[in-house]
């Protein structure tokens, strides 16, 4: 009797456990379903270009892996910009001894443009540079890429441990970042 009892409740058990796998694969295969329609859609809203070639060629990288060990993945960057006023990191030294930065930075859907803060405060533009490549991670972490007649192909790229930090390069290949790496251009946002 007590055989028939373990051997009935072992059943029950070998049962709810294939069930519960079962289920649990269902609900995986469901779930990587639905992950691959949104990175499909996601490609598809990015994959369309411009016949405007004053426009910023963006991209949508998918199923990056962070530091943290969590999926990441770019957003969509048709309508992103960053925002606000970016300052360098090299210092000049202006009339009566004040220091400044050398220059500040604004960035629009396609140029970022480089100036100098007005006595009221205003941000005057002196000269600007075409974006030809904008990430943005849903960290929001930024990756620029411009070409200019002076300085040539450059990167900005934020900061790993910093939001308000762009750190610039003088290259567009991101595996020769650490040869090109150039601080007194890197940039913070001003508060």
């Not at 028939?4 to 059943?11: D, Y």
């Not at 925002?83 to 604004?106: C, D, H, I």
Request: glycine share 6%.
């Amino acid at each position: 009797m007590k055989r028939i009892l373990i051997l009935s409740l072992s059943a029950v058990l070998v049962l709810g456990i294939a069930g519960c796998q079962a289920n649990q694969e269902s609900t995986l295969t469901t779930q990587a379903a639905d992950i691959q329609i949104a990175t499909e859609s996601q490609t598809d809203a990015s994959s369309e270009t411009t016949k405007d070639d004053s426009k910023a060629n963006t991209s949508v990288k998918t199923a990056e892996t962070s530091s943290k060990g969590t999926a990441e993945t770019t957003v969509n960057t048709a309508t992103v910009t960053v925002e606000g006023t970016w300052q360098s990191a090299s210092m000049v030294e202006k009339e009566e001894n004040k220091s400044e930065p050398e220059f500040y930075v604004r960035f629009t859907r396609n140029e970022i443009q480089y100036g100098h803060m007005s006595a009221e405060g205003e941000f005057v533009n002196d000269r600007s540079d075409k974006i030809t490549r904008l990430d943005v991670t849903i960290e929001g972490k930024f990756l620029i890429q411009a070409e200019s007649q002076k300085a040539g192909k450059y990167t900005f790229k934020t900061s790993e441990k910093d939001l308000g930090i762009m750190e610039y390069y003088t290259t567009w290949d991101e595996a020769a970042f650490a040869d090109n790496y150039v601080g007194g251009s890197s940039i913070s946002k001003c508060k």
